[in-house]
């Protein structure tokens, strides 16, 4: 057994519970495959993206309850030379067969003072959602986790004044007949990092070159955000299962105003 197939063999047999049955679940619960759907995973060099793309070929490769097909495709945003080579050592180790495309997302974002980092996720997603449209994908699929779920609901909860949440899966208002799936939604980050270290993986991190010019803890407030969840589970280490299913359990008798799209309703509408 050579060692790409040991660390697929890995994902389905140590880290089965805590990966594996997740990600199945996840796609089961919220419905993100459908028969003949042809699904372009985005891998940006992080641990995250490399487990979906592992994650998504083990199941096109062994079988799935309903067919679909895959692209593999890397976005290179302006890279150091570095790093884009870090990528590609990276595929080749682990067997993905990727089309790797060029964009200027980091020339342009770099010439911006304000926001920078949602900037670059807004055209990120543009870029990719048109890549993948040219191989005649309808969908992208996206790294994020159970961490980041909670993190953006805490988020938009303490900065935004909003509840939000991120979704499993969404459809482009700006691509027709294109979707957004998010297959590793119910995978812990610790455990994504514990079959990283357990195969000695070592992926890229931010590679973001505004990151790079001001300093580390760019994005602070997600920062923040992880390290009082991190205390917070140290006293009940329910509470990120607690904030998730909180989101899953709204009870709207007791909500003082909610909106769907533009129409509002308040408690008052009909507390006579």
């Not at 993206?49 to 592992?54: E, G, P, Q, R, V």
């Not at 020339?107 to 911006?112: F, H, I, N, P």
């Not at 055209?123 to 993190?151: P, T, W």
């Not at 955000?225 to 899953?248: P, T």
Request: with cysteine.
């Amino acid at each position: 057994m050579d060692r790409c197939q040991q660390i697929e063999r890995s994902i389905i047999k140590k880290y089965r519970k805590p990966i594996w049955n997740q990600f199945i679940g996840g796609l089961k619960d919220y419905q993100m495959i459908q028969a003949g759907d042809k699904i372009a995973v985005c891998i940006s060099g992080g641990k995250d993206s490399f487990l979906l793309a592992k994650c998504l070929q083990e199941l096109h490769r062994h079988g799935s309850e309903v067919p679909f097909d895959l692209e593999f495709i890397v976005m290179d945003p302006g890279y150091r030379p570095e790093n884009r080579q870090r990528i590609e050592v990276l595929l080749k180790e682990l067997a993905i067969p990727a089309h790797i495309f060029d964009s200027p997302i980091f020339t342009v974002v770099e010439k911006q003072s304000q926001s920078p980092c949602y900037l670059c996720a807004r055209m990120r997603r543009g870029y990719l959602y048109k890549f993948a449209q040219s191989l005649g994908c309808n969908k992208i699929a996206l790294g994020h986790h159970f961490d980041d779920v909670i993190e953006t609901t805490l988020l938009s909860m303490l900065y935004a004044a909003e509840m939000r949440t991120m979704m499993p899966k969404l459809h482009s208002k700006n691509y027709p007949g294109m979707e957004l799936i998010r297959p590793l939604y119910l995978v812990k980050e610790k455990d994504i990092l514990a079959w990283a270290r357990y195969n000695d993986l070592q992926f890229l991190r931010c590679a973001c070159s505004v990151t790079d010019r001001e300093n580390e803890d760019f994005g602070s407030k997600r920062a923040e955000v992880k390290a009082l969840v991190s205390e917070l589970r140290k006293k009940n280490d329910q509470i990120d299962i607690n904030i998730f299913r909180s989101a899953e359990n709204v009870n709207l008798e007791t909500i003082i105003s909610y909106h769907k799209g533009v129409q509002y309703t308040s408690f008052l509408d009909d507390y006579e």
